[in-house]
C-alpha cells in the first residue's frame, strides 16, 4: 500500500498570501497524484489531476507541480474562499486508492 | 448534470447491517466505475469500495473486507454497500464517487455523503 503524508497537518495563511502545500508518496506514483478541497460539512472537491492539470472550473491561483514521490500545490493568493483542507490522492497503484491525512489552511 | 445521491445512513448497534445506496443521474451510469470513500468525524478521507460498471470487477478495503459488500444495479442507476458487523469504528459519512471517465481512477463527481452512526 502506498502511504501518502502531507506537510503541514495547519498552514496559517494571510489573504493574499501565497499557500504551499506538500505531499510525498511512500514509493513512486508517477504523475497520478489528484488534489481536493474539502470545507466544512461539503464533499471534496477535485482540484487537480495528473499532478498539475486543472480540473474543470478550478481557478488559475491554484497549480500543482511535482512527479514520483514529492507533490506541490501552490494557491499563489489565497481568498476567503480558499481556506479549507486539502487533500493529495494517488491512483498509480490500487486497490487500496489512498490519500493523505490533510492539510488545513487558516485564516493567520 | 451528474449527479449522485446517498441514502440509507442512520444509527445502527455495534454488530448490526445497514445498506447504502447511491443513485446516479445524467450521465450512462453502466459506463462508470463507482467508488465509496468515508470519512470518520473530524478525520481524513478514506477509500472502502470500488465497483466496475458491469459490476465484474469488486475490491475492498481491508478494513472492511468480510464485512462490507458492493453491488449495482444498472437498471436502477444505483449502487449499493451493504455493510454487516459494523463497529464503532465504521462511524462515518459515506461518499459516493465517480470518475470523470472509465479507468482515471480519481473522483470528479461526489455525493453529498450520508452519516453512519455506530453506536450502543
Known amino acids: 500500500e502506498i502511504v501518502m503524508t502531507q506537510s503541514p497537518a495547519t498552514l496559517s495563511v494571510s489573504p493574499g498570501e501565497r499557500a504551499t502545500l506538500s505531499c510525498r508518496a511512500s514509493?513512486?506514483?508517477?504523475?497520478?497524484l489528484a488534489w481536493y478541497q474539502q470545507k466544512p460539512g461539503q464533499a471534496p472537491r477535485l482540484l487537480i489531476y495528473?499532478?498539475?492539470t486543472r480540473a474543470t472550473d478550478i481557478p488559475g491561483r491554484f497549480s500543482g507541480s511535482g512527479s514520483g514521490t514529492e507533490f506541490t500545490l501552490t494557491i499563489s493568493s489565497l481568498q476567503s474562499e480558499d481556506f479549507a483542507v486539502y487533500y493529495c490522492?494517488?491512483?498509480?497503484?490500487?486497490?487500496?486508492?489512498?490519500f493523505g491525512q490533510g492539510t488545513r489552511v487558516e485564516i493567520k | 448534470e451528474v449527479q449522485l445521491v446517498e441514502s440509507g445512513g442512520g444509527l445502527v448497534q455495534p454488530g448490526g447491517s445497514l445498506r447504502l445506496s447511491c443513485a446516479g443521474s445524467?450521465?450512462?451510469?453502466?459506463?462508470?466505475?463507482i467508488y465509496w470513500v468515508r470519512q470518520a468525524p473530524g478525520k481524513g478521507l478514506e477509500w472502502v469500495s470500488y465497483?466496475?460498471?458491469?459490476?465484474?470487477?469488486?475490491y475492498h478495503a481491508d478494513s472492511v473486507k468480510g464485512r462490507f459488500t458492493i453491488s449495482r444495479d444498472n437498471a436502477q442507476n444505483s449502487v449499493y454497500l451493504q455493510m454487516n458487523s459494523l463497529r464503532a469504528e465504521d462511524t462515518a459519512v459515506y461518499y459516493c464517487?465517480?470518475?470523470?471517465?472509465?479507468?482515471?481512477?480519481?473522483?470528479?463527481?461526489w455525493g453529498q455523503g450520508t452519516l453512519v452512526t455506530v453506536s450502543s
Open positions: 464517487a465517480r470518475d470523470p471517465v472509465i479507468g482515471a481512477d480519481y473522483f470528479d463527481s
Open positions: 445524467g450521465f450512462t451510469f453502466s459506463s462508470y466505475e
Open positions: 465497483i466496475s460498471g458491469s459490476g465484474s470487477s469488486i
Open positions: 514509493q513512486s506514483v508517477g504523475s497520478k
Open positions: 495528473g499532478a498539475y
Open positions: 490522492q494517488q491512483y498509480s497503484h490500487w486497490p487500496p486508492w489512498t
